[in-house]
């Protein structure tokens, strides 16, 4: 699983790197994005659901796809 | 302040008798329990109209508030005020409230020059000190044997927390809330709200020329320093965005945490749980916010436009009661319920999209150390019997009086202070924003 922040519909909310800042930073402005390369380890996919879950701006998505080597 | 709500009061027409075509946002009742008026509407006429106080549309489904709020193209924010039409208003100060009341592409660029000011670690800075700060309220609360936690506690705790980052001394601070109260609970009411318009204006103005002499470290001395595309930033931006900072900081946030002071207060066993799990408060004071949202703000269309069918005309104004949206059954399971355990809870309650409240992260820190600080000092309290709870509303809800009674010999005394409990000061460096690519 990987996450992705779109900083197109990120206006700071920070909702995500409150539930979730294993996965998410945040800068002075609060535009958030994930962090590294988005990849999401087993232990943290149902924090990163709640944070897709919370986002008022639905900026945040989720790439699941378990089958592909890259995405691991 | 011509661009600034506050304006224009319109004689009440007498009790309401259709909410749909005639709602008064200041009618006691509403004010007290506005849900029963909203959960009606939203079924019966999802966006409702009246020409009580300068007259406006008010949409109240989640989707709707949600469109409107993102479509900055056709809804200008030139004036956010619930009350008042909008007109040129004799005696107010000519000064604008940037950025809630700016349109692209200026809000970008005034929205940098404030941000970091909110950040996530910059308000962790603050923290410690506002803990200090509840707790000195809390001494004197359990000295009394009781108290008011919205009049002696919530409403005292916003105000010395932007003091301090303004750069003014807390002794201030109930001249500062009586301005604020004047402003916005008595907008509509322009022997109150002009003369306090003024004194803002005037103070900050002092303020503004005595940091040029003696700059600090403190927000109105960084955007002193600031520039925008390598020029300083106008005084008469720079006096608006203080008058802001103050304005919108302060009764929003004590409204906030007076609605979760009010709501632990009536609800024992959400009250005892937090106690026992304090873990929890984080997401509790999520609902909390949805449940009781405070703020209101009003939109301008900038062209004839319609929203969910509903044909606005140009210049028409537009409320937006993200309080409304986040009670809508449609975004939110079980709507009506406040569950402080509910983790899927995508309310708006700082709004959305490019206006999104720009001191969510200092309101939420001060919420949970507020909540977080009494429940571990003062577990066992409730509503006094008999206490009659009053509230404001209009551009800002919230109670005004919530007496509370306790057990004594369930308090704690006051942990013992962490030293050092100043905050991080200011920024190091001077701002630069550029007007380009904010």
């Known amino acids: 699983m990987k996450v992705h922040v779109d900083p197109e519909l990120c206006q700071g909310h920070n909702r995500c790197y409150a539930i979730a800042p294993e996965l998410f930073q945040v800068d002075d402005y609060g535009n958030a994005t994930e962090r590294g390369n988005g990849d999401v380890p087993v232990e943290l996919e149902d924090k990163a659901r709640l944070a897709v879950a919370n986002c008022p701006e639905y900026a945040i998505s989720i790439i699941e796809s378990p089958e592909s080597p890259e995405s691991s | ?438």
């Open chain 2, 1 to 438: 302040m011509s661009n600034t709500p506050y304006s224009t009061p319109a004689p009440s027409n007498g009790p309401v008798t259709d909410w749909a075509t005639d709602y008064d946002v200041l009618d006691p009742g509403y004010v007290r329990d506005p849900y029963p008026v909203w959960d009606e509407l939203r079924t019966g006429c999802p966006v409702a109209h009246s020409d009580r106080w300068g007259g406006s549309f008010m949409p109240t489904r989640y989707a709707d508030v949600f469109a409107v709020a993102h479509d900055v193209e056709h809804f200008s924010s030139r004036d956010v005020g619930v009350v008042g039409g909008g007109g040129e208003v004799e005696g107010m100060p000519e000064i604008g409230l940037p950025p809630i009341d700016s349109d692209p592409p200026v809000h970008g660029w005034a929205r940098r020059l404030i941000l970091p000011w909110f950040s996530h670690n910059r308000v962790e800075s603050y923290e410690q000190m506002t803990r200090e700060l509840c707790n000195d309220l809390i001494d004197e609360i359990i000295a009394n044997g009781h108290g008011d936690a919205a009049q002696g506690y919530a409403q005292r705790i916003p105000v010395r927390v932007i003091s301090w980052m303004l750069g003014v001394p807390a002794e201030l601070s109930d001249t500062f809330t009586e301005w604020v109260r004047d402003t916005l609970e008595f907008g509509h009411d322009l022997e109150r709200s002009v003369p306090a318009w003024n004194a803002i204006a005037t103070f900050f103005f002092a303020a503004l020329e005595e940091r040029k002499v003696n700059p600090g470290t403190d927000l109105v001395s960084d955007l002193i320093r600031a520039e925008v595309d390598g020029a300083p930033v106008p005084d008469i931006h720079i006096l608006g965005t203080l008058a802001l900072a103050l304005v919108a900081g302060v009764d929003t946030t004590w409204s906030g945490i007076g609605s979760a002071m009010w709501h632990l207060a009536t609800h024992d066993a959400d009250r005892q749980r937090l106690v026992d799990e304090p873990e929890l408060i984080p997401t509790a004071i999520e609902e909390l916010l949805r449940a009781y949202s405070p703020v209101t703000m009003a939109r301008v269309a900038a062209s004839d436009t319609e929203i969910a069918g509903c044909p606005v005309k140009e210049g028409d104004k537009v409320l937006l009661s993200f309080a409304a949206a986040n009670r809508d059954p449609a975004a939110f399971e079980r709507a009506d319920e406040v569950l402080i355990d509910r983790a899927q809870n995508r309310h708006i309650a700082f709004g959305v999209g490019i206006h999104r409240c720009a001191g969510s992260n200092l309101a939420r820190m001060e919420l949970r150390v507020a909540v977080e600080t009494w429940l571990h000092r003062i577990p066992d309290f409730r509503l006094a019997d008999g206490a009659e709870v009053t509230w404001a509303g209009g551009q800002v809800r919230g109670p005004r009086s919530v007496p509370v009674s306790f057990t004594m010999a369930t308090t704690s005394p006051r942990p013992t202070p962490v030293p050092a409990a100043t905050p991080v000061p200011a920024v190091s460096a001077v701002s630069a924003v550029s007007a380009v690519s904010a």
